[in-house]
T-cell receptor, first 111, second 114 residues
């Protein structure tokens, strides 16, 4: 069954600290993996998109990694800011155009 | 801002009623996908419209239906509303099929069914 699992479910860190969010998937055959940031009550905003051949991609303080062999991805946030408080959703596309969303990790940044 | 707009922003309906949600895609995009997001959950794929034709459908009953117009804007219709239909409804547009092209999401419509 094609699934996307994210961990942790929620995370609280202090402003300025780094954190890493995890995504494991069983989607096969794989097309691409995306990370989105979703503020409460708003639509998701794309952070990174990676295909099978890419194993890292950065967008400012956000760096995503992909290990297609182990079917794992991570999103690393450096020097967190209060505005990073949001849900982070991992999304994996199947090669036949199905898109599977994870449930997200809820990140809280404390001052 | 992504350029994708949705209306209305909030809506309250009662069980059994019908609702129509609207989405205007980003300029140049020919594909619109609709998602249902329950509180605390990830979005669930409802269906995708590519060049005015339905192209892919998730595990939703037939009372969820849609349309895409020649200008690529789209509607989501839900008949015989149930309490569990209460959710944030998101639309996303892309230039081509969503699985291989970047999607841009609208702000969503919050539907409450009483």
């Amino acid at each position: 069954k094609n699934q996307v699992e994210q961990s942790p479910q929620s995370l609280i860190i202090l402003e300025g600290k780094n954190c890493t969010l995890q995504c494991n998937y069983t989607v096969s055959p794989f097309s691409n993996l995306r990370w989105y940031k979703q503020d409460t009550g708003r639509g998701p905003v794309s952070l990174t998109i990676m295909t099978f051949s890419e194993n890292t991609k950065s967008n400012g303080r956000y760096t995503a990694t992909l290990d297609a062999d182990t079917k794992q991805s991570s999103l690393h946030i450096t020097a967190s800011q209060l505005s990073d408080s949001a849900s982070y959703i991992c999304v994996v596309s199947h090669r036949d155009d199905k898109i599977i969303f994870g449930k997200g990790t809820r990140l809280h940044i404390l001052p | 801002e992504t350029g994708v707009t949705q209306s209305p922003t909030h809506l309250i309906k009662t069980r059994g009623q019908q609702v129509t949600l609207r989405c205007s895609s980003q300029s140049g995009h020919n594909t619109v996908s609709w998602y249902q997001q329950a509180l605390g959950q990830g979005p669930q794929f409802i269906f995708q419209y590519y060049r005015e034709e339905e192209n892919g459908r998730g595990n939703f009953p037939p009372r969820f239906s849609g349309l895409q117009f020649p200008n690529y804007s789209s509607e989501l219709n839900v008949n015989a509303l149930e309490l569990d239909d209460s959710a944030l409804y998101l639309c996303a547009s892309s230039d081509g099929l969503a699985g291989v092209n970047e999607q841009f999401f609208g702000p969503g419509t919050r539907l409450t069914v009483l």
